[in-house]
């Protein structure tokens, strides 16, 4: 099974909502990741999770806030977010190696298209 | 600093005809992995190749093989005999192998497939 899923598929939010977008994978994968991307551009990444716990934080504003209850499970708590925040959201997961000697691939969800009115 | 560029934003081709993606990376790490990943409209993406910086061959996965050239720090997408179905936009990406986690993509190129 090589399926990360990833809820809800839409999701349209006001400025003073408080939302959750979930990522499930079952691959036994360590290293889980959000990223976002704007349309017609590449992914950016937001946050990295290794072993569950936080490794990579791009710098992203507290208003996204994620969470990793479990090696399964990612989510990413959203508050107070801006129009400009409207992109697909995708959550990818990969193997994890602490003596890497061949990259692992990223399989990625279907995303979560979220507009904030 | 990793650096990945993609200078053909948008590429045409015939169906059955074979097609080549340009890539290019800058790096000073010793050791890195290259990725290319294919997102349809859908907006999922799909991985479809790696190489790593180390492999002495080129990697090959049916129809897509990837021309990887160290010394020009190259690392293009070809696809043989082009279907509909391969209409899409197509990422790059490369990361350290000892960064593991830190991937980061091109800009991008749109595959366009004519029947």
């Known amino acids: 099974d090589t399926e990360v899923t990833q809820t809800p598929k839409h999701l349209v939010m006001g400025m003073t909502n408080k939302k959750s977008l979930k990522c499930e994978q079952h691959?036994?994968?360590?290293?889980m990741y959000w990223y976002k991307q704007k349309a017609k551009k590449p992914p950016e990444l937001m946050f990295v999770?290794?072993?569950?716990?936080?490794?990579i934080n791009e710098s992203v504003p507290s208003r996204f806030s994620p969470e990793c209850p479990n090696s399964s499970l990612l989510n990413l708590h959203l508050h107070a977010l801006q129009p400009e925040d409207s992109a697909l959201y995708l959550c990818a997961s990969s193997q994890e190696d602490r003596h890497p000697t061949t990259g692992y691939e990223q399989y990625f969800g279907p995303g979560t298209r979220l507009t904030v009115t | 600093a990793q650096k990945i560029t993609q200078t053909q934003p948008g590429m045409f081709v015939q169906e059955k005809e074979a097609v080549t993606l340009d890539c290019t990376y800058d790096t000073s790490d010793q050791s890195y992995g290259l990725f290319w990943y294919k997102q349809p409209s859908s907006g999922e993406m799909i991985f479809l190749i790696y190489q790593g910086s180390y492999d002495e061959q080129n990697a090959t996965e049916g129809r897509y093989s990837l021309n990887f050239q160290k010394a020009r720090k190259s690392a293009n997408l070809v696809i043989s005999a082009s279907q509909l179905g391969d209409s899409a936009m197509y990422f790059c990406?490369?990361?350290?192998?000892?960064?593991?986690?830190?991937?980061?993509f091109g800009a991008g190129t749109r595959l366009t497939v004519k029947p």
């Open positions: 999770y290794s072993y569950e716990k936080l490794s």
């Open positions: 990406a490369m990361r350290d192998l000892y960064n593991n986690n830190d991937m980061r």
């Open positions: 691959m036994g994968h360590r290293a």
